[in-house]
């Protein structure tokens, strides 16, 4: 199968490690993956701060980048739903940007059911080996998508050596919610106490989290407390599992 | 409606450093989440339930006009009187008015968030009416000159603790903290006050348009005192919540108590049609139905009309991670909560208080996915937001940084541009790969967190200089 991946600004940036866990991935399970270099962001923080004029300018530029590909896949559920959620309503006016809006809507994937759903890899027949205690965080936007917490979980448990820690109040919002961390400051961060309070009960070494806005929450408060946990991507701990990179001490190149 | 000279940084800061309530809303909320989930699992296709809630609700909000006639038509058939008012003002001069022509003086109320959003106690005060609460959380909530804040649990912030000492300090009884002696408490209380009143006023979860019946669902069986005893009852109820036959109450009565507190049922479920008939024991002589919009118009006849689906049950509060840490009080409105951030500037959109609400919310979707009318809250505030802007009520910093950032990542060249520098910024305050103080808007991110560094090549970097092959 033939994918391009869609990086998102934040992997790009921050977790240059996730895109390349999530190529030498995909690759390893038969994929051909490309890069289309013209991306850049998908509007998300404009759009959702009320900024629709600068939101919909970004999303005309990503709908061009990606117009060529068949199949896009990316690491964060957030910018998968905002093309798939909200590029319909930023473009409602506009017939043929809505056109194409919904055709890139159609063929984008977030990576985890991408991985489950539509290339169906069947990781149980993979040599997966790790070590270590891990839990896992859902990430808000998965709602929006219909993911589950359980397909990431399933994928965790499937690795041998590792020990699955269930994280309480999985679901809960660590407090990111983009300009929320900034405009409501106090609040955000009682929500990101709350949930590095319930990663440390679990004892687990290993977090994933698998969008970039939780990571930079949760691991800049656990850096600021002196907590040593590891964060990484689903994609970043299979690729591990099997080989195809080395365990790094950050989830970052 | 909304609370006046609300301070939001204040009241956040209280409620955050209020350590019985952060406690309450930490244990209780989940609780009640989980049993509330498998409330509604119960139902077997909750799904489907959810849809054909909505469909009905979409059904009665797209023929409002209808419904109400029918409604209106039906309940003065039986017996009834209906008031139309236009806006709070109107209704409590309507209600007072009511209670001056049948000579009313002592009042019993069930809860009722329509009232509240009216003001409706203090003019039944003026007007010479006692009013008390019936229901024991508004009951308690009265006696301490408090204000509820949850739409269903109105005294959920209020221990049982506190409670025992304002029944000893109010009501003269002796200190207790069970929650059973407490409640016997204010059932002898109440007792008398019900035997004694001339007037009840409730709300209503629903009004049947079919049948012109009201319906009111308790599980302390103050409803059935309150429309039963007195000899005048006044129903007040938010226009929207007309629905077309009794056959849909069924659906949305299984739904909603299973959404607000994972019961199949409450206890006491009263079906209200005209009042006491020849021959019939109890009821009121005269039935009163006050219909309010009170702006729920322009919610109609604009982009967020969904929330007029609202059915009150509080579900969105109780899953809400914003709810969870800042309680009720500090939303500063009436209705508070996700439901409460969506509506209350529709509705009162003179009010600056109602620029701070949508940004109450971090936009993570929970309240959606427990909604049993699938009410697109997170769509509705990002609306909201918009209009903010629109509007240009938003601070001048986001008014320069929104655009500036966006001008820079528009292009590959100038994105990659912003990337270089803006590490090379960052790097003057890192240390060891993380910043530990920035100044301006970024300093309330470094309050309590560090800042990572970009990364020293970028994705894109790694891509390019390996020809992609990323080996």
């Known amino acids: 199968m033939k994918v391009s991946l869609f990086a998102t600004c934040l992997t790009d940036t921050f977790l240059p490690r996730v895109g390349v866990a999530m190529v030498r991935l995909l690759r390893h399970l038969g994929c051909e993956v490309d890069f289309p270099r013209g991306q850049t962001c998908c509007g998300q923080p404009q759009f959702n701060s009320g900024f629709h004029g600068e939101a919909l300018d970004l999303a005309a530029g990503l709908i061009e980048a990606l117009a060529a590909s068949d199949v896009v896949v990316s690491p964060s559920a957030s910018c998968v739903a905002m093309i798939c959620e909200y590029y319909e309503q930023l473009f409602s006016e506009e017939a043929e940007m809505l056109a194409k809006a919904r055709a890139l809507a159609g063929k984008t994937h977030e990576v985890s059911d991408f991985l489950t759903g539509i290339l169906q890899a069947d990781f149980s027949t993979l040599p997966l080996r790790a070590a270590g205690k891990v839990t896992y965080h859902f990430a808000c936007h998965g709602r929006g998508l219909g993911l589950e917490a359980e397909t990431t979980v399933d994928l965790i448990q499937k690795i041998d050596g590792i020990e699955y820690v269930p994280l309480a109040n999985q679901e809960q919002c660590c407090g990111f919610g983009g300009t929320f961390a900034v405009k409501m400051a106090p609040i955000s961060d009682g929500l990101v106490a709350d949930k590095v309070a319930c990663i440390v009960a679990t004892g687990a070494d290993t977090v994933v989290v698998n969008d970039g806005g939780c990571w930079i929450n949760i691991a800049g408060y656990c850096h600021r407390q002196g907590i040593a946990v590891r964060f990484v991507h689903i994609v970043e701990l299979l690729a591990e599992a099997l080989g195809l990179m080395e365990p790094a001490a950050e989830g970052r190149a | ?471």
Not at chain 2, 179 to 205: H, M, S, V, W
Not at chain 2, 236 to 242: D, I, Q, R, S, Y
Not at chain 2, 340 to 359: F, I, K, N, R, S
Request: with cysteine; charged share 25%.
């Open chain 2, 1 to 471: 409606m909304i609370h006046p000279g609300h301070d939001y940084p204040q009241a956040i800061a209280k409620a955050l450093d209020d350590a019985s309530l952060q406690k309450i809303l930490a244990t209780y909320l989940p609780q009640r989440c989980e049993r509330t989930r498998q409330g509604v699992e119960a139902l077997g296709d909750p799904e489907a339930f959810r849809d054909l809630a909505k469909q009905i609700k979409d059904y009665s909000i797209a023929h409002l006009d209808e419904m109400l006639e029918e409604l209106a038509e039906q309940f003065e058939a039986r017996g009834g009187v209906v008031h139309w008012a236009r806006d709070a003002a109107e209704a409590r001069q309507v209600i007072t008015d009511i209670a001056r022509q049948h000579g009313c003086r002592r009042c019993i109320k069930t809860k009722s968030m329509v009232t509240e959003e009216i003001e409706l106690n203090p003019a039944l005060e003026a007007a010479g009416v006692v009013a008390l609460e019936t229901d024991l959380g508004e009951f308690i909530v009265q006696l301490a000159e408090d204000r509820p804040s949850h739409i269903v649990t109105p005294m959920i912030h209020i221990t049982r603790q506190k409670v025992g000492r304002l029944f000893q300090e109010k009501l003269g009884a002796d200190y207790t903290e069970s929650p059973e002696a407490l409640t016997q408490i204010a059932r002898r209380y109440l007792r008398d006050k019900f035997q004694q009143a001339d007037l009840g006023i409730t709300g209503a979860n629903f009004a049947v348009a079919q049948t012109g019946t009201l319906c009111l669902i308790t599980n302390e069986g103050n409803g059935r005192m309150v429309t039963a005893l007195p000899r005048v009852h006044i129903a007040l109820m938010g226009m929207e919540k007309v629905i077309p036959r009794t056959v849909d109450l069924a659906v949305m009565l299984k739904l909603f108590t299973r959404s607000a507190m994972g019961s199949p049922i409450t206890v006491y479920t009263n079906l209200i049609t005209g009042p006491r008939q020849p021959g019939q024991l109890d009821g009121p002589e005269h039935l009163h139905l006050v219909l309010l919009d009170n702006g729920r118009s322009r919610l109609l006849s604009g982009p967020y009309a969904d929330t007029l689906d609202c059915l009150r049950c509080g579900a969105c509060l109780n899953v809400c991670p914003v709810y969870r840490k800042i309680g009720g009080h500090a939303y500063g409105s009436v209705y508070t909560g996700p439901i409460g951030v969506a509506v209350t500037p529709v509705l009162m959109p003179e009010d600056p208080a109602t620029q701070v609400m949508p940004d109450l919310c971090t936009l993570c979707g929970a309240c959606l996915e427990a909604c049993p009318v699938k009410i697109d809250i997170p769509r509705n505030l990002i609306g909201l937001r918009q209009e903010s802007v629109a509007k240009k009520k938003v601070p001048w910093v986001y008014r320069l940084l929104m655009p500036t950032w966006a001008w820079f990542y528009r292009r590959p060249g100038r994105y990659r541009f912003s990337q270089r520098w803006g590490r090379r910024l960052l790097c003057l305050l890192a240390r060891k790969g993380w910043v530990r103080w920035l100044p301006g808007l970024g300093a309330k991110w470094t309050a309590s967190r560090d800042l990572p560094l970009p990364a020293s090549k970028t994705f894109s970097d790694l891509w390019d200089e390996s020809d992609g092959t990323l080996t």
